[in-house]
């Protein structure tokens, strides 16, 4: 069996149990005493190195066992955790996700850890902690695997554990052997029936020969299984005769070995804690056979998919969007009640399948948090801070487009709170505060957009500094400072060349390269906004959409042309005369419930070709906001709301001014999609 026949499941549950390792050990940092943190990450750790093992990655395999015997001497007392152990076990896991990444790539995996192996073996020795007694010698040569055979038949290390959990929880383990006629001529055939049957029934855990084999017809006229069932074996065998050309079938329970050598008995221990504490293994870590030739337990009702077969999902359907645009289009015209009939009853059900794709590629945000408090750790022993981060609303659901996106941004925000924000322990004693300081990273949905919060307790942004530096700058003049909001000020720290290196300890580092967080955030049709109060905190607060591809707009006839404006950006539309617009700042401007909202005529900004010569009576407007600013687009007239598929422009095209995008109209036309933010200052 080749065995990147089920390399991505073994990547895929590889970063599932490293995540469980990573939470496990800063957790149990902060509580060093709770022992049943230290079962959980040996068990991930161990699943790992059973897993690494089976697929072939000794380097791999071999570190986390030199991990696992120190997390076993933790779990034991003869070790008790300090920083120093932290940083080693900490490192370790490093490593094993870089080894990951590797094979992920391509790779072998293969990678020089000799020196925090050595580190390990001090640990586990007592050499670094005389405190504590020295663990019992482990033979670091052993590959960690024990074996049970009956007849013939053997399992391994992670089989035998599989199977002994299923004997815990009630299953009947049974030896199967199958015998054919002897002029059987479709051999291949009637093994697939018996498998058929099987799987119906139970799990088979192996199969000797192996499935490859089994399939390549490899063998005489026999074959031998192992299969977990709660079913009676007189009954497993009568299924198994009905299938033609089966000549017999010996059912007998499977044993285990219950002698074992001294140079086991540490592994064997290992297994009986695996299996007595680990409620579910997942059949695909310990099955040599092919992925698509195994059936998951009854219990399981989740599947893996690749990404690639979700966005082909969602480009087909992007497509039956736009014909659905023109079929109600068509509709319309011909005004046939049939037709209307069938047209509204496709929208329903495809407004039902919009809904369920969009869900398929909705994961929870934790996959880019779960990175941020290693990090935050790393940079407080760097830099001598204590800081304690929260994490709130990790299943908060985002479309993974955006979930690609969000991290560096995210990470640089982190990394200015950590690293200018928070003040130093001392520092904060002085000003009354906690020697330890506080950050909390959080989301939550509101409507159809998810914010993202990150908030310190640090000495938050000097706003009289913010301004000096900005007209120093050129970023605003001396006159628009004397009218700026504190909401506004604190903005300026997100406008290009405000800040460099050496202004970082002046005005709590904030604002180096936070231009281009800004840009990114707003490429994703998202917005940023800082709230702060000098000496107290900083919270930055990020407005996301759930979803990039399809989008709800206005669409909006500017001369002959059709433009789209998405609706999460307008408050809302309005016909005004033309003798209602005033002018300031040499602007045109109109009174909007209170607030003068300057205009922008899209037909000057996209130098769009006029046709008419006279000048209308009234303006067709929409009232866009970014934050507390907002913009009147003036435009000819509206057609109305619409979903649209949200296509790029290309590399070609990528910079040109207010447009993030194109759709194609249900009758083939192509609208181009305003960027609302571009155009308010």
């Given at each position: 069996?080749?065995?990147?026949?089920y390399?991505?499941?073994f990547?895929?549950e590889?970063?599932?149990?490293l995540q469980?390792v990573?939470?496990?050990?800063?957790?149990?940092?902060?509580?060093?005493?709770?022992?049943?943190?230290?079962d959980?990450?040996?068990?991930?750790a161990?699943?790992?190195?059973?897993?690494?093992a089976?697929?072939?990655?000794?380097?791999?395999?071999?570190?986390?066992?030199?991990?696992?015997?120190?997390?076993?001497?933790?779990?034991?007392?003869?070790?008790?955790?300090?920083?120093?152990?932290m940083?080693?076990?900490?490192?370790?896991?490093?490593?094993?996700?870089?080894?990951?990444?590797d094979?992920?790539?391509?790779?072998?995996?293969?990678?020089?850890?000799?020196?925090?192996?050595?580190?390990l073996?001090a640990?586990?020795?007592?050499?670094?902690l005389?405190?504590?007694?020295?663990?019992?010698?482990?033979?670091?040569?052993?590959?960690?695997?024990?074996?049970s055979?009956?007849?013939?038949?053997?399992?391994?290390?992670f089989?035998?554990?599989?199977?002994e959990?299923?004997?815990?929880?009630?299953?009947?383990?049974?030896?199967?052997?199958?015998?054919?006629?002897?002029?059987?001529?479709?051999?291949?055939?009637?093994?697939?029936m018996?498998?058929?049957?099987?799987?119906?029934?139970?799990e088979v855990?192996?199969?000797?020969?192996?499935?490859?084999?089994?399939?390549?017809?490899?063998?005489?006229?026999?074959?031998?299984?192992i299969?977990?069932?709660?079913?009676?074996d007189?009954?497993?065998?009568a299924?198994?005769?009905?299938?033609?050309?089966?000549?017999?079938?010996?059912?007998?329970?499977?044993?285990?070995?219950?002698?074992q050598?001294?140079?086991?008995?540490?592994?064997?221990?290992e297994?009986?804690?695996?299996?007595?504490?680990?409620?579910?293994?997942?059949?695909?870590?310990?099955n040599?056979?092919p992925?698509?030739?195994?059936?998951?337990?009854?219990?399981?009702?989740t599947?893996?998919?690749?990404?690639?077969?979700?966005?082909?999902?969602?480009?087909?359907?992007?497509?039956?969007?736009?014909?659905?645009?023109?079929?109600?289009q068509?509709?319309?015209?011909?005004?046939?009640?049939?037709?209307?009939?069938?047209?509204?009853?496709i929208?329903?059900?495809?407004?039902?399948?919009?809904?369920?794709?969009l869900?398929?590629?909705?994961?929870p945000?934790?996959?880019?948090?779960n990175?941020?408090?290693?990090?935050?750790?790393?940079?407080?022993?760097?830099?001598?801070?204590?800081i304690?981060?929260?994490?709130?609303?990790?299943?908060?659901?985002?479309?993974?487009t955006?979930i690609?996106?969000?991290?560096?941004?995210?990470?640089?925000l982190i990394?200015?709170?950590?690293?200018?924000g928070v003040?130093?322990?001392?520092?904060?004693?002085?000003?009354?505060?906690?020697?330890?300081?506080n950050?909390?990273?959080?989301?939550?949905?509101?409507?159809?957009?998810?914010?993202?919060e990150?908030?310190?307790?640090?000495?938050?942004?000097?706003?009289?500094?913010?301004?000096?530096?900005?007209?120093?700058?050129?970023?605003?003049?001396?006159?628009?400072?004397?009218?700026?909001?504190?909401?506004?000020?604190?903005?300026?720290?997100?406008?290009?060349?405000?800040?460099?290196?050496?202004?970082?300890?002046?005005?709590?580092?904030?604002g180096?390269?936070?231009?281009?967080?800004?840009?990114?955030?707003?490429?994703?049709?998202?917005?940023?906004?800082?709230?702060?109060?000098?000496?107290?905190?900083?919270?930055?607060?990020?407005?996301?959409?759930?979803?990039?591809?399809?989008?709800?707009?206005?669409?909006?006839?500017?001369?002959?042309?059709?433009?789209?404006?998405?609706?999460s950006?307008i408050?809302?539309?309005?016909?005004?005369?033309?003798?209602?617009?005033?002018?300031?700042h040499?602007k045109?401007?109109?009174?909007?419930?209170?607030?003068?909202?300057?205009?922008v005529?899209?037909?000057?900004?996209?130098?769009?070709?006029?046709?008419k010569?006279?000048?209308?009576?009234?303006?067709?407007?929409?009232?866009?906001?970014?934050?507390?600013?907002?913009?009147?687009l003036?435009?000819?007239?509206?057609?109305?709301?619409?979903e649209?598929?949200?296509?790029?422009?290309?590399?070609?095209?990528?910079?040109?001014f207010?447009?993030?995008?194109a759709?194609?109209?249900?009758?083939?036309?192509?609208?181009?999609?305003v960027?609302?933010?571009?155009?308010?200052?």
């Open positions: 069996m080749e065995s990147n026949q390399l991505d499941v990547i895929d590889s970063k599932e149990n469980v990573n939470d496990g050990l800063l957790e149990l940092e902060k509580d060093p005493s709770n022992l049943s943190i230290v959980e990450i040996f068990r991930a161990h699943t790992l190195k059973g897993m690494s089976t697929m072939g990655y000794e380097d791999l395999s071999d570190l986390t066992h030199k991990m696992e015997n120190v997390l076993d001497a933790i779990r034991n007392e003869k070790i008790t955790v300090n920083s120093n152990v940083d080693v076990l900490l490192d370790s896991l490093e490593y094993l996700e870089k080894m990951t990444a094979i992920a790539e391509g790779g072998t995996g293969s990678m020089n850890v000799e020196s925090v192996v050595t580190q073996k640990i586990e020795k007592g050499e670094e005389s405190q504590t007694e020295t663990p019992s010698a482990v033979n670091d040569d052993e590959s960690g695997d024990t074996t055979s009956v007849e013939g038949l053997t399992v391994d290390q089989e035998r554990t599989v199977l959990q299923a004997k815990t929880d009630g299953q009947n383990v049974y030896h199967i052997t199958v015998s054919l006629s002897e002029d059987c001529l479709l051999k291949v055939a009637r093994v697939y018996v498998f058929e049957v099987l799987e119906q029934s139970g855990i192996k199969s000797v020969p192996t499935v490859d084999a089994l399939e390549n017809e490899e063998f005489e006229n026999h074959f031998d299984l299969l977990v069932t709660s079913e009676q007189e009954e497993l065998k299924k198994i005769m009905k299938v033609s050309e089966v000549r017999e079938v010996i059912i007998k329970p499977f044993e285990f070995e219950t002698e050598s001294s140079d086991d008995k540490q592994t064997t221990e297994n009986q804690v695996v299996s007595n504490e680990q409620p579910e293994i997942s059949n695909d870590q310990a040599d056979q992925i698509d030739q195994q059936k998951k337990a009854a219990g399981n009702k599947i893996r998919v690749n990404i690639e077969r979700l966005d082909a999902l969602m480009n087909l359907f992007e497509e039956m969007v736009i014909d659905r645009g023109r079929l109600e068509i509709s319309e015209e011909l005004n046939h009640n049939d037709l209307k009939g069938t047209v509204e009853r929208s329903r059900i495809s407004g039902d399948l919009q809904n369920i794709i869900t398929m590629r909705m994961v945000i934790e996959q880019v948090f990175r941020f408090p290693r990090m935050v750790r790393q940079l407080t022993r760097e830099l001598g801070k204590d304690n981060m929260e994490i709130e609303g990790a299943e908060t659901e985002l479309d993974r955006v690609d996106e969000i991290g560096d941004p995210l990470v640089h990394r200015n709170a950590v690293d200018h003040e130093m322990p001392e520092e904060r004693k002085q000003k009354g505060k906690p020697a330890q300081g950050m909390l990273l959080k989301a939550f949905h509101s409507g159809n957009h998810v914010f993202v990150i908030r310190d307790d640090g000495q938050g942004i000097n706003k009289e500094k913010v301004l000096n530096k900005a007209i120093e700058n050129g970023v605003i003049s001396s006159d628009q400072a004397s009218s700026l909001t504190d909401k506004q000020i604190n903005e300026l720290i997100l406008a290009s060349g405000f800040s460099t290196a050496q202004e970082i300890s002046d005005i709590s580092g904030r180096v390269g936070l231009d281009v967080v800004k840009s990114t955030i707003e490429s994703l049709g998202g917005s940023i906004e800082i709230e702060s109060e000098y000496g107290k905190g900083t919270t930055f607060s990020i407005q996301l959409p759930l979803t990039l591809s399809i989008i709800s707009v206005m669409l909006v006839i500017i001369e002959e042309e059709t433009y789209a404006i998405p609706l950006s408050i809302e539309t309005a016909v005004i005369k033309h003798t209602d617009v005033m002018k300031a040499n045109e401007v109109i009174d909007f419930r209170g607030h003068i909202v300057p205009l005529d899209l037909r000057q900004v996209f130098e769009v070709p006029s046709v010569e006279e000048q209308e009576d009234y303006y067709s407007v929409v009232v866009v906001r970014k934050g507390d600013q907002m913009a009147g003036v435009v000819d007239s509206f057609i109305g709301q619409q649209i598929v949200l296509k790029s422009l290309g590399d070609y095209l990528s910079n040109v207010a447009i993030s995008g759709t194609i109209l249900g009758n083939g036309e192509v609208a181009l999609i960027d609302s933010n571009a155009l308010i200052k």
